[in-house]
């Protein structure tokens, strides 16, 4: 695969259009985790220093084609002034008058960020029509485009996909980095190869399931995907997350994951709580024996043990997904412990995924304690999976 790179790019005074990834997790208006501007940082400074106009789009959230301001990206401007030590002017719009006249106004070396890229339905569309039109006034905004969103680069929409086919275009260092390592994952892989798969996008993850099963030799599966699993092994799950229309598909993994001698590792315990709440009520119940009227929150404290065991031999680890909600205190035990193997291991560890890095730094591990902390969970996923991904097949061309 050979990418052209930052480099190759003459970006002086010219306006170059950089799509990072910024999909932090936001409490209101407060950014509860930076890891994502923090990693777009260099590519940006790195124009800067060669004296572009840099013009940063990003999306934020799943607001479904719509304004909404609960996924306003202007906290993330003001953080990301911060970080680069300088102002970040902020577009109110997409490619509105907003979008052009901040442009407009960019000096050599200034910077500017547009609102949510998915607050227009060309973003996302699948018709390529569409998306084709929304890139096109998205391409008119700049002269160069640069591919840095990593955490997106599995997603074939506007601004991954297609605006790289109309400007002259290169990859971001954290592209280029975040390659760098993954491909270490599909290239004479050291084996016992362990995937670790938790997190709430269930219907998102469970589509790389069938592929990895070709792939590694166990598979742990906590966090919000395990239920469904449970649930199509004929085991309760009362209000837990389930992704009720993939209850076949499920099955097939698991006589899959049998078939091919894979060790398919599913919770053999949860924290079952009455209410999707940080201070909820809740206890340890065997996962065959979920209450109707609770959720589980968490992983429970012998499947922590039992998950570290399967890691304790591990030669190469992927880990995506958070084994609950670690956001809640009470419910952050299952994420830790998971995390904690990981750090005691000698295998080359790989976390991916927004939330699952967000979780390592909130936890208060040391992030020298993994090989490598990916921006990119779904497109780590995906990429491990061997797919050629919307957003590198489209800057190497
Ligand atoms: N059992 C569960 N029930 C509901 N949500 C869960 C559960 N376990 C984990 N989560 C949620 O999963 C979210 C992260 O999922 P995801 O976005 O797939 O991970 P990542 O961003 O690392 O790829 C977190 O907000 C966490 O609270
Ligand atoms: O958070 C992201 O992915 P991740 O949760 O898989 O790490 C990326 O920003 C992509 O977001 P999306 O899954 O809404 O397309």
Redesign the pocket.
């Known amino acids: 695969m050979s990418m052209r790179t930052l480099d190759d790019l003459d970006v002086k005074g010219r306006r170059v259009l950089v799509r990072a990834d910024l999909n932090v ?1 936001l409490d209101g208006e407060t950014i509860t985790d930076d890891g994502r501007i923090r990693a777009s940082v260099p590519t940006i400074k790195t124009l800067v220093g060669r004296g572009a106009k840099v013009v940063v789009c990003a999306h934020l959230g799943r607001p479904k084609g719509k304004a909404d301001p609960k996924y306003s990206l202007k906290p993330v401007a003001t953080r990301l002034g911060e970080l680069l030590g300088q102002d970040v002017a902020f577009a109110a719009d997409v490619v509105g008058d907003s979008a052009r006249e901040s442009v407009a106004a960019l000096q050599d070396g200034e910077v500017a960020l547009l609102e949510n890229l998915r607050y227009e339905p060309g973003e996302e569309s699948k018709d390529d029509a569409v998306r084709g039109e929304f890139a096109a006034k998205l391409a008119d905004l700049a002269e160069l485009y640069v591919g840095d969103g990593f955490g997106a680069v599995h997603r074939k929409h506007a601004s991954v996909y297609d605006v790289p086919k109309l400007l002259p275009h290169a990859a971001g260092g954290l592209v280029v980095a975040e390659v760098e390592v993954l491909r270490k994952l599909t290239e004479d892989t050291e084996r016992p190869y362990v995937v670790v798969l ?5 219907s ?2 469970l589509g790389v399931i069938a592929n990895l099963l070709t792939k590694v030799d166990r598979l742990l599966i ?6 469904t699993f449970l649930k199509a092994q004929g085991h309760e799950v009362g209000g ?2 389930l992704q009720e229309d993939q209850l076949d598909q499920v099955r097939g993994f698991l006589a899959e994951a049998a078939q091919r001698g894979v060790d398919l590792v599913l919770p053999v315990d ?1 924290l079952a709580a009455v209410t ?1 709440a940080a201070d909820a009520e809740h206890d340890a119940v065997e996962a065959t024996a979920i209450p109707a009227d609770r ?5 429970g404290p012998k499947t922590r043990e039992l998950f570290a065991t399967k890691l304790a031999d591990a030669k190469t680890v992927f880990w ?9 205190d009470a ?1 952050s035990g ?2 830790r412990a998971v995390a904690e193997a990981l750090i005691a291991s000698d295998a080359f560890t790989v ?9 390592v730094r909130k936890l208060g591990l040391p992030e020298d304690g993994f090989s490598h902390i990916s921006t ?3 497109a780590s996923l995906e990429y491990l999976e061997g797919k050629t991904l919307p957003g590198l097949a489209a800057l190497e061309d």
């Open positions: 997790p938790g997190g709430a996008k269930v998102d993850k906590g966090g919000g995907m395990a239920y837990s997350l949860v999707f959720e589980g929150l968490d992983i995506n997904g958070p084994m609950g909600v670690f956001e809640f419910f299952g994420t976390v991916g995924g927004g939330d699952s890095a967000a979780a990119g969970g779904g």
